[in-house]
């Protein structure tokens, strides 16, 4: 697998991991203690794995009744070597909730 994939699979594991699985531990192992850049929107800046955490903690994972289909588009992914990467996307969340 090459650099690309590996990212692209990263955010994908990120994102459904984060609204789908709620496995947050999983989520957060994704990540090395100084990742940063990660654009959160309001929620604010991150500066390391563990502000991660109360993010995480802040979605809604108390609906058990429900389905979330995710889509992906637009994804740009730049690769700068070793450690260094960012990634860009259009995710689109529909999320159903039945009763």
Same mark, same amino acid.
């Given at each position: 697998?090459?650099?690309?994939?590996?990212?692209?699979?990263?955010?994908?594991?990120?994102?459904e991991?984060? $609204?789908?699985?709620?496995?947050?531990?999983?989520? $957060?192992? $994704?990540?090395?203690?100084? !990742?940063m850049?990660?654009? +959160?929107?309001?929620?604010?800046?991150?500066?390391?794995?563990?502000? $991660?955490?109360?993010?995480? +903690?802040?979605?809604?994972?108390d609906?058990?009744?429900?389905?979330?289909?995710?889509?992906?588009?637009? +994804?740009?992914?730049?690769?700068?070597?070793?450690?260094? !990467?960012?990634?860009? !996307?259009?995710?689109?969340?529909m999320?159903?909730v039945?009763?």
């Amino acid at each position: 697998m090459d650099e690309s994939a590996r990212i692209q699979a990263c955010f994908r594991s990120f994102v459904e991991g984060s $609204l789908i699985t709620h496995n947050f531990e999983d989520v $957060l192992n $994704l990540f090395t203690e100084d !990742a940063m850049g990660i654009g +959160m929107g309001a929620q604010g800046v991150v500066r390391c794995r563990e502000d $991660l955490r109360p993010i995480l +903690m802040n979605m809604r994972s108390d609906v058990d009744d429900s389905q979330t289909a995710i889509q992906y588009s637009n +994804m740009q992914i730049r690769y700068y070597g070793g450690d260094y !990467a960012s990634i860009c !996307a259009t995710v689109t969340i529909m999320t159903t909730v039945r009763g």
